[in-house]
């Protein structure tokens, strides 16, 4: 079965990709299992440096890669740096590998040797969305080949080019042959992965409405699932906040950044009474100065959605709200004439937490702007959601910010700046964004199982 992949700043094809079934999904766990009986024959030195090896290649090829990533869905370049990302987290993981991943502890009533260790599942499979397959592929492939396991990759097939070329570089740095299995695919393909019993341990990310078939398919052979998901994180600017800084935060990392489709997006806006009008002016004035144009472009800020689908949800979310009186249209609400899927960015001000605008993601460049009062009803609102992925604080009182960050329910808080994710650092969701983390030693842990062992000493 093959794709074809619609570039989506111009509307036109941009390739044809061959997508795997499940007789291609049985073909790769088999090579994964054997490449991950040899990768874990290897000393723990050697698997290290192989990882540094393919950071290494990365890293030389990191121009091509950001290519590929605007290739995939038209992200303007000036944003692509998620392939120094990916680069990242296989250095960082690649100094677990030789680290100790057990423990020694004593046992009641006995002199016994008690040995706590952690061992690979064997081989993972990694589904990863089309909005950042780089990131994700750093995220969860780095930690799986550091713990000793073998990946079958499955990128979406909206954006399979940087993830099939990063397949390549694993071959290209020496590791074993089918270590990292690339298999672009589409539902019946992700849906044979999921379900296969070679396959040790999902790592998804994606909607939430995927991640509920995900879970009923793994369930079939109880295959443990980590799930990376949604988002409609809130944004809270206290009256005391840098206000320029703030509007500026705030609108790349809302509408602008991805054309807010981001499971990181602070789509919700909640700004303090006293200073509403005047945030309100200022991140307007920033989304006015974007730069809409060809995402090749340096000097583009703004590219198109996803798809014609995308579009057509994004702009029905928006006429939904005009006419449900959700908010006030503010900015934008319109397709933008010319090639390709361009929304304009959209502000709603004065929006009702209650409403779908305010509680569905609308994944798109589509923000709401709400008021507080005081740090009790922002906390309330911020809260008020399904979800738990993200929330943002702005804020210059180091006090507030501490106290504010414990009280939100959210597994990443973000003070005074953007989504910064970063290979040392935990990343998940509460609730409904998931459950799990990528990042830092519990990333690593995610894909390492545990085994107890007890020797008699008499």
């Known amino acids: 079965?093959?794709?074809?992949?619609?570039?989506?700043?111009?509307?036109?094809?941009?390739?044809?990709?061959s997508l795997a079934g499940p007789a291609e999904i049985d073909n790769a766990v088999a090579a994964a299992a054997k490449a991950q009986r040899e990768w874990v024959s290897l000393t723990v030195d050697r698997r290290r440096d192989l990882l540094i090896d393919l950071a290494d290649v990365v890293h030389e090829h990191l121009d091509e890669l950001a290519k590929l990533n605007v290739a995939d869905y038209a992200v303007p370049i000036s944003f692509a740096g998620t392939a120094l990302l990916l680069e990242r987290f296989l250095r960082h993981f690649a100094g677990y590998a030789d680290k100790p991943h057990g423990v020694t502890t004593p046992v009641n009533g006995s002199f016994d040797i008690n040995l706590v260790e952690r061992e690979p599942?064997?081989?993972?499979?990694?589904?990863?969305?089309?909005?950042?397959?780089?990131?994700?592929?750093?995220?969860?492939?780095?930690?799986?080949?550091?713990?000793?396991?073998?990946?079958?990759l499955k990128p979406s097939e909206l954006a399979p080019f940087a993830a099939l070329r990063f397949g390549e570089l694993c071959v290209e740095a020496g590791l074993p042959e089918g270590l990292v299995t690339v298999v672009p695919a589409d539902a019946e393909g992700g849906d044979a992965l999921v379900r296969h019993p070679g396959i040790g341990k999902i790592a998804f990310t994606g909607g939430g409405a995927t991640a509920r078939e995900v879970l009923q398919a793994a369930a079939t052979n109880l295959t443990p699932v980590v799930t990376e998901l949604g988002g409609k994180s809130a944004n809270l600017i206290f009256a005391d906040a840098d206000l320029d800084l703030a509007a500026t935060l705030s609108a790349h990392q809302g509408p602008l950044m991805q054309s807010g489709q981001s499971c990181a997006c602070a789509s919700r806006i909640l700004v303090h009474d006293g200073v509403y009008d005047e945030f309100l002016e200022k991140?307007?004035?920033v989304i006015g100065a974007a730069r809409?144009?060809?995402?090749?472009?340096?000097?583009?800020?703004?590219?198109?959605?996803?798809?014609?689908?995308?579009a057509d949800r994004i702009l029905a979310a928006v006429d939904t709200a005009v006419a449900g009186g959700s908010g006030e249209l503010l900015l934008g609400g319109k397709r933008i004439d010319g090639d390709g899927y361009y929304v304009e960015p959209t502000v709603f001000g004065g929006v009702d937490n209650a409403s779908e605008l305010a509680q569905l993601e609308t994944?798109?460049?589509?923000?709401?702007?709400?008021?507080f009062r005081d740090e009790d009803e922002a906390v309330?609102?911020?809260?008020?959601?399904?979800?738990?992925?993200?929330a943002f604080v702005q804020t210059t009182d180091l006090n507030r910010a501490h106290r504010v960050a414990r009280?939100?329910?959210?597994?990443s808080v973000w003070i005074?700046?953007?989504?910064?994710?970063?290979?040392?650092?935990?990343?998940?969701?509460?609730?409904?964004?998931?459950?799990?983390?990528?990042?830092?030693?519990?990333?690593?842990?995610?894909?390492?199982?545990?085994k107890n062992i007890r020797i008699a000493v008499r």
Not at 363 to 371: A, D, H, Q, W
């Open 1 to 17: 079965m093959t794709f074809e992949h619609i570039y989506p700043a111009t509307g036109r094809p941009n390739g044809t990709v």
């Open 283 to 285: 991140f307007l004035g």
């Open 380 to 390: 309330r609102i911020a809260n008020d959601t399904p979800y738990g992925l993200n």
């Open 407 to 411: 009280r939100l329910e959210s597994g």
């Open 416 to 450: 005074n700046q953007f989504s910064d994710i970063s290979p040392q650092g935990p990343y998940g969701g509460y609730k409904q964004s998931g459950s799990g983390r990528t990042g830092g030693v519990e990333g690593l842990n995610e894909f390492q199982q545990v």
């Open 363 to 371: 994944f798109g460049p589509v923000v709401s702007v709400m008021r």
């Open 121 to 152: 599942y064997g081989v993972v499979g990694v589904i990863t969305p089309w909005n950042g397959a780089l990131v994700v592929t750093g995220s969860c492939v780095a930690p799986a080949l550091a713990a000793g396991n073998a990946v079958v």
């Open 292 to 310: 809409i144009g060809d995402p090749m472009d340096p000097a583009t800020t703004f590219g198109p959605v996803i798809s014609q689908a995308a």
